[in-house]
């Protein structure tokens, strides 16, 4: 990392199932978490002018999660994932909003490679995003959809990276070997109906429910991302 960034963000289109990299050089002076993504948000949702931003739940909905550049330090409170976009909890009138969340999954995010994900587009049935270091994948979230948030991290760490307890044991994931599990964000049944109180969960309850961000995963069809 240069500068407590690790120079890419990640955009995944659910839409065109596109996979590709944002410098993050070009949202440098917006610092991190919030200010990059709203940054990003104007560029990729606002500023194309192609909608009137008027429904939460419309696929143009770019929805960032954000590390800042003190992620993957001993900084204390450094590690929360920022998450904007339009909100689905402000209804009836959708409205720009934020929410964020602790735990680890920011700082795996960072120490995988990345400076946050942006998502865009919809899925034509339910997916999640795999990523392990710069390995990213769309996979088929079928057996997944309908599952709480717990059920769906266990599920998803056995796929990702068998049953590891924290620190124990080496773990080989992808081709490489961890001692750690994947950190994930992920929604659960509520979110899948679109409720506009939905949160997002990650590991045992840490949650982003200040803006209802869950349910427009729920409308995307993305169930869940993992970093490893």
Not at 77 to 98: D, H, I, M, N, Y
Not at 173 to 191: E, K, L
């Amino acid at each position: 990392m240069t500068g407590g960034y690790a120079g890419k963000i990640l955009r995944v289109n659910l839409t065109t199932k596109a996979i590709s990299t944002i410098d993050t050089a070009k949202y440098e002076e917006f610092g991190g978490g919030y200010g990059m993504g709203t940054a990003i948000f104007w560029d990729l949702a606002v500023a194309p002018g192609e909608w009137d931003l008027k429904d939460a739940f419309d696929p143009r909905n770019v929805i960032p999660l954000m590390t800042g550049p003190l992620a993957a330090t001993i900084v204390p409170g450094a590690a929360r994932t920022s998450v904007c976009g339009l909100s689905p909890e402000t209804f009836p009138t959708c409205e720009f909003w934020r929410g964020n969340l602790g735990g680890r999954f920011g700082t795996t995010l960072k120490l995988a490679g990345w400076d946050g994900v942006v998502v865009e587009g919809k899925a034509e049935r339910p997916v999640w995003i795999n990523i392990i270091n710069d390995q990213v994948k769309i996979e088929d979230a079928k057996e997944l959809w309908g599952l709480d948030t717990y059920e769906t991290q266990d599920r998803i760490t056995k796929m990702v990276g068998g049953r590891t307890r924290f620190g124990e044991e080496w773990q080989q994931i992808g081709t490489s070997y961890n001692t750690a599990r994947p950190q994930i964000v992920c929604i659960g049944p509520v979110g899948e109906t679109k409720s506009r109180m939905a949160a997002l969960i990650s590991g045992s309850g840490i949650s982003a429910r200040i803006g209802g961000h869950a349910a427009v995963f729920g409308a995307k069809n993305l169930k869940a991302i993992s970093a490893t």
